[in-house]
Each structure stands twice: as structure tokens, then as C-alpha cells.
């Protein structure tokens, strides 16, 4: 095998409606968005349609005072806020992609691989062109303001190897007053030239991306392993010690996202129980760890996690699309542990959470399971937020929270309203705007009080 190549394996919309960085920097005094409000008090059991932890509030008022939720109420708050009347509308709180890959836009879409040959045809060279800034900070903007317009507010983001990367992912998210986590990928072998790094240059970039940026108004720092075979035992003990270090930064990576990637692990680490005892050795598992994908573990690997408070994101989209296998969502809520959602563009096929979940009931009917609306939709607002440690910022709407939050049409097009105007129950109906509903039916989304996106 030579260092640039892996072993054979055996969509955004336009951000022409986002609103410019120049426009409205800070939130109105006080905002209120009237609206059919519907967030979470707490995790929703498996399977259970009919549950306690849903929060819905048909035509309610959400009063917002600089950019944070103070309350909610039936009645109207008067003149003393600026009103925006959405009656007969959805209004949800933002979503959070907790796994998703900003150079990899270039790429979505692409025909006929699975994971090891994709990442050398498509990723790999697209990756490559991130070492120029001026690429870099284009890319940035506008893979931020794709992201507003598909309803999420705050992400978990890969960049590339290079740190002018990372740098121009920060500058955005900040200019747009977001929830970002991220860092420049380490990456020291087995990957093709211009996307390999070292580990003492990485270890240096890491730290002072740290210093200026980690913690910062709404960024944190992810100390970014792309997936075990593409670090040496050096590196991945560098970015164990640099969680050590530090225990309030992030960690991402990948883990038996693909059979043949396991078993390249296998062959890589002989030493290791499992793919995912690579990093535990090492010190990469703790409760800021977002492992992407996690569909090859056993029941010792779950209970690993469940230990050490690390969340698996997972990716239904992109793992239909490659082809990579069928994630047994219950048995890890059933092991303790923490499962958030996320697109995983560009190997998921679109920046849409609707999609995205829609996909996960596919997955899971697969499975002989059914996953809820409730289940779903929790996992991509208050459930991201708690596993990332941040349910007291985002991701619902008790006072105190900023007011990420999205709009949202209950139906776009004559199926989707002949559908809305048969359902049933509160169930019913959500499931059916989680099942057709997408980015197209997005009124406008708020990133702390502020409308960052509005719909033509």
C-alpha cells in the first residue's frame, strides 16, 4: 500500500436567501414569534408515540429579549416588542448537525464508491484545494450559509488538514453568531501529498488554534482525528494528551463506519481489542467525544462508551448512500449511550435534517425497529445539545436559552397538505412534515435573536 492511496473496499441549497454578515449584528430589544411551538423537556422513550417528554404549543407567542428566550405565552405581548405573526406555521428550536464535513459540498453526490475508494476519488482531491485561503474562507461562507438554510444553527464541522481551514470556519461561524465546533483534521499517513501533516508541526497549529479561538464567543475547539488509519500511534497519542490537557475541548473522529475499514484497523492496531479501543487506549474517549457513525461495534464497544460518556452521531443518510450497514440505534440508548444525529454531507446526500431523519426510520424499519418523530427530532435539538453539554445555550425553549430557532411551513405543495389535513393526531403530523418536508419549507432561521435567513 503507499501513503496516498487506501486498500480496495470490498444537497445544498443556494444561500442566496441568507442574510448577509453586514446585516442586523445584533438582535432586536425584544423580538416575540407567534407560532405552533414544539421542543422537548426530556428524552423521549423508544417507540412510544404518545409521550410526556413532547412540548407542544399550538399558537404561542416565544418572547425573546436580546437574542434570549424569556418565556412563552398565549396572549399577545403587546406594543412594546417587535411581533412577528407566524400563525399556522412550526416553529422549532434550530437544529444541531453534530457530524458534517464543510469541504465535502464539492463533493456531494458523487456516483459509485464505498467509503476507502470515495475518500481517494472524490474527498481527498477536494479536500486538497482548502490549503488556499481564499478557497478556504469562500468555502466557509458558504457551506455556514447552506447550513442556515437548511434550519441548523450550530454544528460539529471537519474542515481539512490545513489550518487556514479551520481558522476561516471560526471567522465565520463568528461573524454569524454560531454554535461552531471544530478543528483541523490530523492527518499523518496513508493520506496523498498536500494532506498529510507531522505531528509536532500538527500538535503546534492545534495549539495555537486553541489559544485564539477555543471558547471564544460560541466556538469551541475539536481536537479533529479523521479516522484511526490516517494517524500514526504518535499522533493519536499527541491528541490524547492534548484532550488530557484540557478537558474542556472536543474530540471528533470517526469509528466502524465500513467493514473494510475495520478490518484495516484490525490490521493496523493488533494490539487493540477493537476499532474503537484504539482511541479509548490512547485517552480520545470522554464525554466532549463525537464519534461519527459507530454501526460496526459490539456490546462491550457500547459499554465503553456508556463509560466514558463519549455519543455516537449518527449518520443514516450517508450510510445508505455508501452502503456502510444498518445502526442498531435502540441497542445503544439500551447500553446508556448518548445517539445524536447528523447529515454527514458530502458522503449524506443532503444538509436537510428532515431527510436526514427521514433516512434513520428507513434504517431502523430495516432494523425491525420504529424510530418516533419525537425520537428523531430530539436527538437533532435537545438531545444533541446535552450530549455536546450545551442544553443550558440551545437546543429548546426554557428562558435562558439563546434563541436559535427556526420557522418552518407545515406543509409545501398540495401531497404534503393533502397529508397535513388527514392526520389524525400531533404524532401523526409531525412525522409527516419530518417524512416530506425539507429545506423548501424553511420561513426563516434565528441564530440568537438574529434572522441570519430569510425565504425569498
Not at 482525528?225 to 504518535?234: G, K, Y
Not at 493496523?268 to 457513525?293: M, Q
Not at 436527538?379 to 428562558?399: I, K, M, N
Request: with cysteine; net charge negative.
Amino acid at each position: 500500500m503507499t501513503s496516498s492511496s487506501f486498500p480496495a473496499s470490498a444537497s445544498s441549497s443556494s444561500a442566496s436567501s441568507a442574510l448577509s454578515r453586514s446585516a442586523a449584528s445584533a438582535a432586536p430589544a425584544r423580538l416575540a414569534l407567534k407560532g405552533d411551538l414544539l421542543d422537548f423537556t426530556a428524552a423521549p422513550a423508544w417507540a412510544r408515540v404518545d409521550d410526556p417528554a413532547v412540548r407542544f404549543r399550538p399558537g404561542h407567542w416565544l418572547l425573546i429579549e436580546q437574542g434570549r428566550i424569556v418565556g412563552v405565552q398565549a396572549d399577545d405581548p403587546g406594543e412594546g416588542w417587535q411581533r412577528e405573526d407566524h400563525s399556522g406555521r412550526l416553529i422549532l428550536p434550530g437544529f444541531v448537525d453534530t457530524h458534517v464535513h464543510s469541504p465535502q459540498l464539492d463533493v456531494i453526490a458523487s456516483y459509485g464508491t464505498e467509503l476507502l475508494d470515495w475518500l481517494n476519488t472524490y474527498t481527498f482531491p477536494a479536500e486538497r484545494r482548502y490549503q488556499d485561503p481564499d478557497v478556504a474562507q469562500e468555502g466557509a461562507a458558504r457551506f455556514l450559509d447552506a447550513l442556515l438554510a437548511h434550519g441548523t444553527t450550530a454544528a460539529v464541522v471537519y474542515p481539512t488538514v490545513h489550518k487556514v481551514s479551520a481558522e476561516a470556519l471560526f471567522e465565520a461561524a463568528a461573524a454569524r453568531g454560531m454554535r461552531l465546533i471544530t478543528g483541523k483534521i490530523l492527518m499523518d499517513r496513508h493520506a496523498p501529498d498536500g494532506l498529510r501533516d507531522d505531528v509536532h508541526q500538527a500538535e503546534r497549529d492545534c495549539l495555537d488554534l486553541i489559544a485564539r479561538h477555543h471558547r471564544r464567543e460560541r466556538l469551541a475547539y475539536a481536537v479533529t482525528v479523521r479516522f484511526a488509519p490516517t494517524s500514526t500511534p504518535e499522533q493519536l497519542a499527541m491528541a490524547g494528551a492534548l484532550c488530557r490537557a484540557d478537558p474542556t475541548l472536543y474530540m471528533q473522529t470517526h469509528v466502524a463506519e465500513n467493514r473494510s475499514e475495520v478490518d484495516w484497523v484490525a490490521r493496523l492496531f493488533p494490539e487493540a481489542r477493537s476499532y474503537l479501543d484504539v482511541y479509548d487506549r490512547v485517552g480520545l474517549l470522554h464525554p466532549r467525544a463525537v464519534l461519527a457513525h459507530g454501526i460496526w461495534l459490539d456490546e462491550t464497544d457500547r459499554a465503553v462508551l456508556a463509560r466514558t460518556g463519549a455519543q455516537i452521531a449518527h449518520c443514516p443518510s450517508s450510510n445508505l448512500f455508501l452502503g456502510s450497514g444498518l445502526f442498531d440505534w435502540p441497542a445503544h440508548l439500551a447500553a446508556g449511550v448518548a445517539v445524536s444525529v447528523a447529515s454527514d454531507v458530502g458522503g449524506g446526500t443532503s444538509l436537510s435534517t428532515q431527510r436526514t431523519l427521514s433516512d434513520g426510520y428507513k434504517v431502523q424499519a430495516l432494523k425491525g425497529q420504529r424510530m418516533t418523530a419525537w425520537c428523531g427530532l430530539h436527538a437533532a435539538t435537545r438531545g444533541a445539545a446535552e450530549a455536546l453539554d450545551l442544553s443550558s445555550e440551545l437546543g429548546h425553549f426554557d428562558p435562558g436559552t439563546l434563541a436559535d430557532v427556526c420557522i418552518w411551513d407545515w406543509a409545501s405543495g398540495p401531497v404534503a397538505q393533502g397529508r397535513m389535513d388527514l392526520a389524525r393526531d400531533l404524532h401523526e403530523r409531525v412525522f409527516a412534515w419530518m417524512t416530506l418536508s425539507d429545506e423548501r419549507n424553511l420561513v426563516a432561521s434565528y441564530v440568537a435573536g438574529v434572522a441570519r435567513f430569510r425565504r425569498d
